[in-house]
């Protein structure tokens, strides 16, 4: 490739390096050697141990050992624990500890993968590189201080922010835009200070290193040879062996480097090159890489006056080194993203936001899970002293689906980018760990030990065989507000009665399930406050009660439509039925059986809004250039009708009314390929039920799909929002989307990842779309939105078909999506917290009622948890690190001891505070607020102290000082200046618009 800019950095090099020193080399070269090890994509990640990742560990720390100059970094730590655990032996740990020690072995990143960054939600990430960070910290006492994120398929703006906050110093992405890469290569704007978020602003800014073209691998320079796994495709998705490095082949080799390194250095502004050395499972058999690459490395430093560039080794920390100490003035970027992202005109990779939806689901479940688990443990742990549960074991479980939930962010895992083998293990890792987390909460709830628990949460099934037993329902709130929700149950009859803690009977509603029509849903109204636990029991109602005075849950009879044809050809809209809460009118069209309009009360604004599944079809055929796949989305053209007729029910009560509507493929189809089923409640109208008032819940139905469809649910408006979308970057902020306009690929480059919410606006009002896990989004037209939830795709790329990358997934999955609809104060206002009511909504956990009564740690006298409207628990959590909090203390027990088997501190709780609004997002939950975390933690136990840390738990707050640079925005100030330094141990705490904030807290003993 030609030098692209070369003489304009000459002629800045020149400037920057006086040339009375012609001898020294201009460039500086850091050799960063690594192997990119996905957790799972074509193979396991018992595969991938057995085919390269031991033998990268094991070779690379021998040959770092023989030579002092020779370096490597590693990224993924679920690998290297897997490695350290269960294969290293006594020597080897001694070598890596000492390599470590010297800075020649070097982990960045640190998470346990490397998260994808469009579909992820924050706390999964956060969870991810806790994990990881924990144990590097536990084992070495290091700190990952540099990201490495070169291989997620477009950059997220609350990446940059979430390092900032973990302490690091510097931050690397790769994949984004081709034509955007090629403009900032040009520019050399490939590096930059960026601050992610628009409230933290430069206060959590960081250096920012877009790697360029080549990206992280160096084609030419593999002399280790190819993984074997077990029918490894010989297809040229591995790369070929080179021939040695000898006298004879020399010149080749530096041929290639030096074009390769001057080209490299023309986007650049400093005269340091980061060589990234490596690529996917390379380094298997490291002594056949560092001798090739030293004889290479070796002729160039003789012959700088030829080459003009000098060769080392060096880790991401050299070369950061260097860079930071250029003094360049930095160009600043603002809190946008790299979303989607394109690898060439043809190829938009925005499929894989709704690739494998069900796993994407799946994953979700298993966080939330695991977030109600951790503070339920946390909890119990605290107020009961000497409980019959183990709480090694219970801390066993939770670590389990700890692990499995950080796994499946990989980049490789909840994209649905993998081969079906691999997509098996991330679903058995996740639903052994809910399994286990599952068991813990059931004996949590009945205190005693797991042998005897029941086992199953939130599934429900009261038989009527079972008489006279029934069931108490215990209910957990995880989220630290008081919430007013209806919780649904299953039953069986639809006579029930059901009584609270105190024996009063609780408003209910009884109705036919919608899709197992032997079976009856009973909603429930509670209230609960934060952190705590409702009791309910469940009596099936016999025959000789019915004539008791005693209230019975309302039974919802249905009114059905009949179906309703696509192409009737009637005029629309004169015959319309209302269904009404207090918060909303939901207009439906009789002669479609579609919604009409919603009227938001409390503005009096109407909105019309229909809603109709519509599919793309995709391009799958090989032979015709590019087509779809598990990463590109590549419609053909426009979205198309998916269905012929709709029909529609209406389930009226006093606690509920639900609209369903079923849509049907072919006009005399028995099944509905696809489902909106919408609910309104008729909560009380205290401040805890306008979030429950203010929204229409949906849950769709969506499948089987037909061969290479792709399908959406379209909502139309007649919101005048000039094609603008807003969509969110992993549920911590919102990016605007304009549509734009492309010479190729339109559709597909304007759809972008919705992890939790997103929304279209006018004047008058906004439409708010919050969602339990990722889709993609997009706006096709002036007042639309459309949400992509399945893709069904055969194509017959040979490769993929031989590595099983195939997406032929014939599920019906079943999304739910709630709408908020009213001007901009009021769902500006609502957004978050209703998206964290649909996110953690209560846990309900049955028991039999033929045990004894319910005596476990829920029943006992419970103090809530609760918190500012605008302040997020996002994590209540014991980690078990052993650690001592104390830096220098910690380090002298490493030095001291290396075999003592420390114990878990069951005494340091993990919290983490979320501030949810933007700075001017609403006049006064924008606000800063100020918790005093002793009393707020009052029902959990007296606090000690309160020691404030890193994002990930690693280091003291105080003591964490990561590096400034110069950057060229004047009026900004830097640093954290404008806001006052935490108290140090103090109870009180502000937090800041957009602010997380990790503390340390250690209560008394009991
Ligand atoms: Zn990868």
């Known amino acids: 490739m030609e030098p692209r800019g070369w003489l304009p950095l000459l002629l800045q090099l020149g400037l920057m390096w006086p040339l009375g020193a012609p001898s020294e080399p201009r460039l500086r070269v850091f050799v960063v050697p690594h192997s990119h090890m996905d957790v799972g994509w074509l193979h396991t990640v018992q595969e991938s141990m057995q085919a390269y990742v031991t033998n990268v560990y094991n070779s690379v720390v021998e040959e770092l050992t023989l030579e002092k100059k020779r370096r490597f970094i590693a990224v993924e730590q679920e690998y290297f624990r897997l490695w350290w655990d269960g294969v290293a032996s006594d020597r080897q740990k001694g070598q890596v500890r000492q390599l470590v020690a010297e800075g020649r072995l070097e982990f960045v990143l640190g998470g346990q993968v490397m998260h994808d960054e469009a579909v992820t939600h924050f706390d999964d990430q956060i969870l991810q590189l806790t994990e990881g960070h924990g144990f590097l910290y536990e084992t070495f006492g290091v700190r990952p201080q540099f990201s490495w994120q070169v291989d997620p398929f477009g950059a997220s703006a609350t990446t940059p922010t979430l390092f900032a906050l973990a302490g690091f110093n510097a931050h690397i992405i790769s994949r984004i835009d081709y034509d955007l890469k090629e403009a900032m290569q040009d520019n050399q704007e490939l590096q930059f200070m960026w601050r992610g978020s628009r409230s933290l602003s430069a206060q959590q800014e960081i250096f920012t290193h877009v790697l360029d073209q080549f990206g992280y691998c160096s084609e030419g320079f593999n002399w280790d040879g190819e993984a074997i796994f077990p029918g490894t495709p010989l297809n040229g998705m591995y790369l070929q062996v080179q021939i040695p490095v000898t006298e004879d082949s020399i010149p080749n080799f530096t041929r290639l480097l030096l074009n390769n390194v001057l080209t490299r250095a023309s986007w650049f502004r400093t005269p340091h090159v980061l060589w990234p050395w490596g690529c996917d499972r390379e380094f298997l058999n490291a002594s056949l890489q560092f001798p090739n690459m030293d004889i290479i490395m070796e002729h160039v430093n003789n012959n700088t006056s030829e080459f003009n560039f000098s060769m080392e080794y060096a880790t991401l920390g050299d070369y950061f080194r260097a860079v930071h100490s250029d003094q360049v003035a930095w160009q600043v970027r603002g809190h946008h993203d790299f979303l989607p992202y ?18 994407k689901a799946l994953a979700r479940r298993a966080s939330t899970l695991l977030y109600a688990g951790e503070s339920m443990f946390t909890r119990h742990v605290l107020l009961a002293p000497h409980p019959n549960l183990d709480p090694a074991w219970g801390l066993q479980q939770l670590q389990q689906l700890r692990w499995a939930v950080s796994e499946v962010q990989h980049h490789d895992a909840i994209t649905g980018t993998h081969a079906l083998k691999v997509g098996d293990m991330f679903v058995e890792h996740l639903s052994s760990g809910m399994q286990g987390v599952q068991t813990l909460m059931a004996s949590i709830i009945q205190d005693r030990s797991p042998a005897h628990s029941v086992g199953r949460s939130r599934a429900c099934s009261l038989s009527a065989g079972s008489e006279p037993g029934g069931r108490f329902a215990v209910v957990y709130n995880p989220l630290a507000w008081t919430v007013t929700t209806i919780i649904t149950l299953t039953v069986d009859f639809p006579s029930v009665s059901i009584t609270d803690e105190s024996g009063r009977p609780v408003p209910a509603q009884v109705q036919r399930s919608k899709e197992m029509p032997s079976a009856y849903d009973l909603h429930v109204l509670t209230t609960i406050p934060g952190l ?47 269904v009404v809460n207090d918060c909303y009118i939901v207009f439906l069209d009789l002669d479609t059986n579609l919604m ?10 109407k909105v019309h809004m229909t809603q109709r599944f519509m599919e793309y079809h995709a391009i799958t055929d090989f032979s015709k250039g590019p087509f779809a796949d598990n990463y590109v989305f590549r419609p053909s053209g426009r979205a198309e009708p998916a269905w012929e ?14 609209i369903r509507q079923d849509f049907y493929r072919e006009v005399n189809d028995r099944e509905p390929t696809f489902a909106i089923y919408s609910r309104l409640a008729h909560g009380p109208q205290s401040s805890d039920g306008e979030l429950l008032c203010h929204r229409i819940e949906q849950e769709y139905r969506v499948g089987p799909l037909e061969l290479d469809r792709e399908a959406i649910l379209r909502t139309s408006t007649d919101l005048n929002t000039g094609w603008v979308l807003y969509s969110d970057n992993n549920g911590y902020q919102m990016q605007r989307r304009p549509y734009r306009n492309y010479t190729n690929n339109t559709n597909a480059r304007n759809y972008y990842p919705m992890v939790q919410s997103a929304f279209i606006q006018d004047r008058r009002s906004r439409l708010v779309l919050l969602s339990e896990q990722a889709h993609g989004v997009s706006s096709q037209g002036n007042g639309q939105v459309e949400v992509l939830l399945h893709r069904r795709l055969v194509n017959n790329d040979p490769a993929k078909i031989f590595a099983d990358l195939i997406l032929n997934d014939t599920s019906v999955i079943h999304p739910v999506v709630w709408l908020l609809l009213g001007p901009r104060n009021l769902t500006s206002g609502l957004r978050q917290r209703s998206g964290l009511a649909l996110q953690h909504r209560p846990v309900v956990m049955l028991r039999e009622m033929s045990e004894i009564a319910p005596r476990g740690s829920g029943s006992r006298q419970q103090e809530a948890v609760t918190l500012p409207p605008s302040v997020h628990l996002q994590i209540l959590s014991i980690p078990g690190w052993k650690y001592s909090s104390n830096h220098t203390e910690h380090l002298r027990t490493l030095r001291k001891d290396r075999k003592h088997k420390a114990k878990a501190d069951l005494r340091r709780v993990l919290l983490r505070l979320q501030h949810l609004y933007e700075v001017d997002q609403d006049p006064v939950l924008s606000q800063p607020v100020t918790v005093n975390l002793q009393s707020v933690l009052r029902g959990l136990g007296s606090v000690v102290s309160v020691e404030e840390r890193s994002l990930t738990g690693t280091w003291n707050v105080s003591e964490m000082h990561r590096w400034t640079w110069s950057t060229q925005d004047l009026h900004h100030h830097r640093g954290n200046s404008s806001q006052p330094p ?25």
């Open 342 to 359: 394109s690898s060439d005109m043809h190829h938009a990779w925005t499929g894989f936001y709704a690739s494998r939806s069900g796993l």
């Open 645 to 658: 007729a709709v029909r529609m029910g209406i389930v009226a009560g006093p606690l509920v009314t639900e």
């Open 982 to 1006: 935490p108290p140090p141990g103090g109870p009180e705490v502000t937090i800041y618009p957009k602010e997380i904030r990790t503390f340390f807290i250690h209560f008394q003993e009991q």
């Open 532 to 578: 705590s636990y409702r009791h309910y029991s469940i009596r099936p109602r016999r025959s000789s009660q019915e004539d008791t005075e005693e209230p019975e849950p309302f039974v919802a009879k249905t009114t059905w439509f009949g179906r309703r044809l696509r192409r009737h050809g009637g005029r629309v809209g004169g015959n319309l039925v209302p």
């Open 596 to 605: 009409h309009s919603v009227w938001e009360r409390r503005s009096n604004q």
